[in-house]
């Protein structure tokens, strides 16, 4: 989880207490319906201008956690606790202004190139307002940002005609969440599949 763009003393930290988080499991033959626990007691801070890992084994909750903090967690479940951005409790408003979320599964349109994905995100995600020579800027900028020069104007492909490399493609999906400049960036295992050299890289794009 990153938290950047301002000065620590205006910086939106973010701080849960006591999350827990329920399913519904529904009766199956001879077993009654029941509910399952995923979070229970989770309190946690995370500072302005700091990347912190989660850590844990599969299904320890930690993507759980992060779809909690960004209000993805709807309908059919149960979630208690308090959760503050900047010390205010959040209002689904004010958490798409706020945050950013970057899935584990890239989420590319195949057919369009890396800067034709960051164009179209940009158009849904900044203000309509905005002139497109401003929102072109903005994309040359993260193109710039994120090392994706060289394969910008190349198609992002899929997994039976990859086009790009799978580091070229999470550092296109990091840019998908960051295109607004939220100050506030979860990602879901953004390093999986890639080698160790590329995670050190998108490790380090990550807490820059």
Known sequence: LTLSGAPRDGSPSVAFCDLTYSIAVPAQGD????????LEGATGVFCARELTALMGPSGAGKTTLLDILAGRKRGGALVAGDVRIAGVAPTPTLRKRFTGYCEQVDTLIDVLTVEEQLLYTAELKLPAGLPAHVKAARVAELVAEL???????????NVLART??????????IGVALIAQPPILLLDEPTT???????DDVTALCGS
Do not use: F, V, W, Y
């Open 31 to 38: 077993e009654p319906a029941a509910e399952r626990t995923i």
């Open 147 to 157: 090392g994706l020069g060289e394969c910008a104007r190349t198609p992002i492909g």
């Open 164 to 173: 790009i490399s799978g580091g070229q493609a999470k550092r296109c999906n």
């Open 193 to 199: 599949g890639l080698d160790s050299a590329t995670a």
